[in-house]
């Protein structure tokens, strides 16, 4: 095989780090993100007495609290956009794995999110507390956040068998009819 230049390694190194970067961004995004909304949609139930503001108040202005909730929701249902695309293929394969459970329950979670809305535009605020965007996006989030760990737990296992690999000798001594030859290890 054709051997490759350190010139093409650092391209591919420039690439691992730059989807690294890209990667703990979007990860930190939907965790602040996932944070925000759990404070508004469960600080209340959790904490009486806990601050939010009065324009995004559950009992006096529902629909703007369920237009918030939606609003944080979708970056991050963006963000990993990718575990909907595997997800439901493998669903419609027949095949469905651990992204398919992902994409079925938070598309469930959002889907019944926007029949509440619906519900809070007719008129029915007790669907302010049926709301599960909140639900959605911290499940994407601590999802993101296990695959990050994941990788970087992969990215080290790799690090150190590349490590053990290059412990390995170049030669070898060949004992040949009583005399001592050098070989090349991979002879």
Do not use: W
């Amino acid at each position: 095989g054709a051997k490759r230049s350190s010139e093409d390694t650092k391209k591919d190194d420039a690439k691992v780090l730059a989807e690294q970067r890209k990667e703990k961004i979007e990860l930190s995004f939907s965790l602040i993100l996932g944070a925000i909304i759990l404070y508004l949609a469960m600080g209340p139930m959790i904490f009486k007495g806990i601050y939010i503001p009065k324009i995004i108040d559950t009992d006096l202005n529902p629909m703007n609290f369920a237009l918030v909730q939606l609003l944080l929701t979708l970056p991050v249902a963006y963000i990993y956009r990718h575990i909907y695309i595997r997800g439901f293929k493998a669903l419609f394969k027949k095949v469905p794995n651990m992204d398919s459970l992902v994409a079925v329950g938070t598309t469930s979670a959002i889907l019944y999110s926007f029949y509440g809305m619906y519900r809070i535009y007719l008129g029915d605020a007790s669907f302010a507390h049926s709301l599960y965007f909140e639900s959605a996006t911290v499940i994407l989030a601590l999802i993101g956040l296990g695959k990050y760990m994941e990788e970087i737990s992969k990215r080290k296992t790799t690090s150190a068998i590349t490590a053990l690999l290059n412990l390995k000798p170049s030669t070898a001594t060949l004992l040949k009819d009583g005399a001592e030859v050098q070989i090349d290890v991979d002879e």
